[in-house]
């Protein structure tokens, strides 16, 4: 976001501000420069520009820089496996070296200005990117890549660098991955995988491997993206392409710092209208985490609840390990749509059962008691002293013959059941086996999911190894943690693309006349009194208190008959940040005498204090309602983030609260009420009347237009305590804390 400037801005307005700042004057979309209605408000893209990527991973013809044969060299390894990749996808490799005639018996251009044809892909094997940029420009290189490192992850000379060659790189209307990445674009895939693929975009390529290794399992993968620096292209990029790509079924991500937080959420919303599953590592969660991150990529982490709420707000499935993303991403890519929500864990062992079901509920997935009539239905193949309510227990003896097959269909046969799982804790061939190829066949013959947990630590069994693996209808998983992670994912991610409407698609596009009324109430750099706080959330709609602005003690007395008694007084200013703490607020005030006594009180402290007063508040006192907060930040990834939580002190004791970026709809404003410890306070406790919920909605959303339109002028927002009334009598803002930037 860039500096404040006041006075209407229109989109177009803000356009010029940012060609006359020296940013990109363009946004892309789609590939096409954007027109005003692909614009909100602030002038920011609301589509996610997809970059044409099949010639950086399918090109025609490669070029070399740096190209080697030579032993004992770097180069020469990477030279020799390029070669090797380029034959794989059928391309020409044109190796490039100032003094070589040949490369491996390949001839070789002495620069890129001889090359024999226009290439798609340069790869830049050399010390120090930036003066070839040049060279690939009168080339016409389409993408280039660029290994070196000594940029962004070495502190503020580097990042000064990866800047230079940042625009360099625009300059030349090229596209760049990396600087500081590896080889694992070119790594060898499978090709003899079928269904639906992962593609993996990871940040620290060794962090990828375990992903890439599930081929080996039978999982297929069809990119990686080893993003590095992000000088250019990046993780955002990356989602967009995939998330056109036909063959892709889910994009697998490690992530330690985001570029653009917009560029992101963008991306992210392309991926949801598709329907196409985003599972990420992001890193950063600690203080720790953060600077590690930072060190490596040299990029900013973000606020992590921020990070953690966008990602939730645009269907992101974030997890925490490795194997989690593993499993996750292989579940989603493959399984299809859910036919039901219903879990039934069905096990060979009472105390499976018990042990995986009670793990799944506390995670919180569905798990369905069985009909009667079902579970008349199992009893004719399980004994009657076993519970089959779910889970369900067959006591072992009826997998080894033909029942175990019976019982398998009658569970899936349920129409409210969408997942079975079945935990196998260890190898006992006579019964583990036979469950395990009866589990295979049936997920051969259903459209519902199938999953097994096969808990050997060993791994080298043929029922895990063979009967399992070699299933593409099983999903097999070796943790009772991974499998429900996953199974929960699944659930989520396919009731979310259900329900998914872009905010986008709604967000406004031109200023509203409250934006206008506000401009003269902007004070770069200041903090605004309460007064002219008030004024600002008036102009938007939000309702404030009956008050008046005196600044005399016969003045105070007047306004109080105006207002009504009992009222509040508050000493008002623009220095005044904690009024409660200096004791510049009097409640329950009933008589005129009180009044004049607390003007001359409020207005002692004041000049005591050193605090410079625009006046003293004679406020309407309210008192029955719920207290809560809702305000905007600046986060330095996403911009303006919008915050509702429990109010007055609780804010700061209890941290309740919830975080979204805008532009957002009505029911992700609903769930941040959801997501709140507190939220059984709105609806009434101990005798308490439920709240105007509604009107707490009506002022996040009043709230996150001011964030939209405002974003550039406010620093910080924060109505603390908004007093939210018995329901069907509205919202009242007692108290308004404005920054501008």
Not at 581 to 592: D, N, P, Q, Y
Not at 649 to 668: K, S
Not at 735 to 741: I, K, N, S, T, Y
Request: glycine fraction near 10%.
């Amino acid at each position: 976001m860039l500096g404040s400037t006041h006075g209407t801005l229109t989109t177009d307005s803000r356009r010029a501000r940012v060609i006359a700042c020296g940013e990109q004057p363009s946004p892309v979309v789609h590939g096409r420069p954007a027109d005003v209605d692909d614009l909100d408000v602030s002038g920011r893209p609301l589509y996610a520009g997809v970059p044409d990527l099949d010639r950086f991973f399918r090109p025609e013809s490669v070029a070399v820089v740096g190209a080697s044969d030579a032993e004992g060299r770097p180069n020469t390894g990477i030279t020799r496996q390029l070669i090797a990749w380029a034959e794989r996808v059928g391309a020409r490799l044109h190796p490039v070296h100032p003094t070589r005639q040949s490369v491996f018996g390949i001839p070789c251009s002495p620069s890129l200005a001889d090359l024999p044809e226009q290439v798609d892909l340069a790869v830049l094997l050399v010390g120090d990117p930036l003066p070839v940029i040049g060279e690939l420009a009168e080339a016409k290189v389409k993408f280039a890549v660029a290994f070196a490192s000594g940029f962004a992850e070495t502190g503020a000379e580097g990042a000064a660098a990866q800047a230079h060659l940042a625009a360099a790189v625009r300059r030349a209307g090229l596209r760049l991955l990396g600087p500081n990445t590896n080889l694992n674009a070119f790594e060898k895939f499978r090709d003899d995988l079928d269904g639906p693929a992962i593609a993996l975009i990871t940040q620290s390529g060794h962090q990828g491997r375990p992903v890439f290794a599930m081929q080996e399992l039978g999982v297929r993968l069809s990119h990686w993206a080893p993003t590095g620096n992000e000088a250019d292209l990046e993780t955002a990029d990356f989602i967009s392409y995939f998330s056109e790509q036909p063959e892709i079924g889910a994009i697998a991500c490690y992530v330690e710092g985001l570029k653009d937080g917009r560029s992101f959420l963008l991306a992210a919303d392309r991926a949801a209208r598709r329907g196409v599953p985003v599972v990420a590592v992001k890193v950063g969660r600690t203080e720790t985490g953060a600077r590690t991150a930072a060190s490596h990529t040299g990029k900013l982490t973000g606020a992590d609840t921020v990070v953690d709420a966008a990602m939730r707000q645009y269907g992101v499935i974030r997890v925490d390990g490795l194997d989690e993303l593993q499993d996750t991403a292989a579940l989603l890519a493959r399984a299809r749509a859910p036919r039901a929500e219903g879990v039934v864990v069905y096990s060979i062992s009472g105390g499976t059962g018990a042990h995986f079901a009670d793990l799944a509920t506390a995670a919180g997935l569905p798990l369905p008691h069985l009909s009667a009539p079902k579970q008349a239905e199992l009893h004719q193949w399980i004994p009657e002293y076993l519970s089959v309510t779910n889970p369900v227990d067959n006591g072992g003896h009826p997998v080894g013959d033909w029942r175990g097959r019976k019982i398998i269909d009658a569970i899936l046969a349920d129409p409210e059941v969408g997942v079975l799982i079945c935990p196998i804790t260890g190898p006992f061939p006579p019964m583990s086996d036979k469950l395990a190829q009866d589990l295979v066949d049936a997920a051969e013959q259903t459209d519902k999911l199938v999953c097994v947990v096969w808990g050997s630590p060993v791994g080298t069994e043929a029922a895990y190894r063979e009967t399992l693996l070699g299933s593409s209808k099983v999903a097999t998983f070796r943790t009772f943690a991974n499998c429900i992670t996953a199974v929960r994912a699944y659930l989520d991610h396919h009731r979310f693309v259900a329900a998914y409407r872009s905010p986008f698609d709604e967000a406004p596009r031109t200023p509203s006349p409250s934006f206008r009324k506000t401009q003269a109430l902007m004070r770069p750099g200041q903090q605004l009194s309460e007064h002219a706080a008030k004024q600002l959330l008036r102009a938007y709609g939000i309702r404030v208190p009956r008050e008046q602005l005196v600044t005399s003690a016969a003045a105070a007395v007047r306004a109080a008959s105006l207002v009504g008694y009992p009222v509040v007084m508050k000493a008002s200013g623009a220095q005044i940040a904690h009024k409660t703490e200096l004791g510049l607020v009097k409640i329950g005030l009933t008589s005129a005498s009180q009044v004049r006594d607390a003007y001359r009180e409020l207005t002692d402290i004041a000049r005591y204090e050193g605090i410079s007063l625009d006046g003293v508040l004679v406020c309407q006192m309210v008192e029955r309602g719920v207290e809560m907060v809702v305000g905007v930040t600046h986060d330095q990834l996403f911009g303006p983030t919008v915050t509702v939580g429990l109010g007055g002190v609780l804010v700061e004791v209890l941290r309740d609260a919830a975080v979204r970026v805008p532009p957002f709809g009505e029911d992700q404003a609903r769930g941040m009420l959801d997501e709140l410890r507190g939220r059984a306070l709105l609806e009434g406790v101990r005798g308490g009347p439920p709240v105007d919920v509604d009107a707490l909605i009506e002022v996040v959303m009043r709230v996150q237009r001011m964030a939209l339109e405002l974003g550039d002028d406010i620093a910080e927002l924060d109505i603390n305590p908004l007093m939210v009334l018995p329901r069907g009598q509205g919202a009242v803002a007692l108290d308004a804390l404005v920054v501008c930037r």
